[in-house]
């Protein structure tokens, strides 16, 4: 539980919730025990699933800001006062944390740049709007993404899929540079091997999400 008391020290103001995927071992319990709210899925729906569980919490409880962050360590909530800056200078209904905006010295293998390079390259020409890091799960929503995403939510590749669902429905995105560190638990799902099978898929998906209706929401 590392990442929720880091987030605890270096963000006091945030009310954190913990969304427990299903998970057999002690997530939860460790989770509960730091004070904080967790939601216990009664299985695994991945990481769509368990992403729109957390955006309908949010909308339910009335939330205005709801902000992302892995639970890997990655992502360093000293950085978290950028995103919510970002979303309210910018005026916008997301703001994504990139690591590409500039020159970055976190590593990625060469296999990983390669497929956000080009990820990067067709979100931006479908969105009409440059994405320097598509895939990157650091980010800040207003309550208007909360709503559209507690309806509307990508299940298979979330990250740069919402990027489309967003520019569909009429709302606006905004990156921010930040500094992430290197995973400390956890392994990525997308290794070198299945770099080339999960391009494929995700831009196959990206492309059948530019042909769906933008969602309606009273």
Avoid: W
């Amino acid at each position: 539980m590392k990442v929720v008391e880091e987030v605890q020290v270096r963000f006091p103001p945030a009310e954190v919730l913990v969304v427990n995927d299903g998970s057999a071992d002690l997530t939860s319990e460790k989770a509960k025990a730091c004070g904080v709210m967790v939601l216990d899925l009664p299985f695994n729906l991945g990481i769509g699933g368990a992403m729109q569980a957390g955006y309908k919490y949010a909308y339910e409880k009335g939330y205005d800001i709801v902000v992302q962050v892995d639970g890997d360590g990655q992502h360093d909530p000293k950085e978290i006062p950028k995103l919510l800056e970002s979303l309210k200078e910018k005026q916008v209904d997301m703001v994504i944390g990139s690591r590409f905006i500039t020159h970055s010295a976190y590593k990625i293998s060469i296999m990983r740049r390669l497929g956000s390079y080009i990820l990067s390259g067709v979100i931006s020409c479908l969105i009409k709007q440059k994405i320097t890091d598509p895939t990157a799960g650091f980010r800040a929503a207003n309550r208007k993404a909360i709503r559209l995403f507690a309806f509307y939510y990508p299940q298979d590749y979330p990250e740069p899929e919402v990027l489309v669902l967003l520019s569909k429905s009429g709302l606006k995105i905004a990156e921010v540079l930040v500094k992430m560190k290197q995973r400390y638990s956890g392994e990525s799902s997308i290794t070198k091997i299945r770099s080339i099978y999960y391009m494929v898929k995700v831009l196959l998906a990206i492309f059948v999400d530019c042909f769906k209706k933008a969602p309606l929401l009273e």
